[in-house]
């Protein structure tokens, strides 16, 4: 195995990923923006939600609501409760595991007849 190229070493270093024991989409490792988030989505209890944008301030970088969204949609591990995070305006939001009719289904089965927060 050759050493990586500075520049290649560099630019992965910025990236600061960090090793995750949990599957991420088939990786095993995902930067640390991404694991704060799913540190805040883990911890909402059935019967709550959390807005994109409160996820993302909750993980320290309250401009990045769409990335939160990116992350969730490449969220395949069960234990992270991604239908709990919709959108700021109350609608649902995407659901990389079925749909916004499978996450309204799930939101419903927890009992949260309101999205909005």
Not at 3 to 13: I, S
Not at 23 to 38: E, I, K, M
Not at 61 to 74: H, L
Request: charged fraction near 20%; aromatic fraction near 6%; hydrophobic fraction near 30%.
């Amino acid at each position: 195995m050759q050493p990586q190229k500075p520049a290649r070493k560099a630019a992965a270093n910025l990236r600061g990923s960090c090793s995750n024991d949990n599957n991420y989409g088939g990786r095993t490792s995902v930067s640390h923006f991404a694991a704060r988030v799913r540190a805040v989505v883990s911890q909402i209890q059935k019967g709550e939600t959390m807005t994109y944008k409160q996820v993302a301030a909750a993980a320290g970088s309250p401009n990045a609501a769409r990335a939160v969204g990116t992350v969730m949609s490449k969220n395949f591990d069960p234990s992270i409760p991604c239908h709990r995070v919709v959108r700021s305006d109350g609608t649902l939001g995407g659901y990389n595991r079925g749909g916004s009719n499978k996450k309204s289904e799930l939101l419903v089965q927890e009992k949260i007849n309101s999205y909005s927060i």
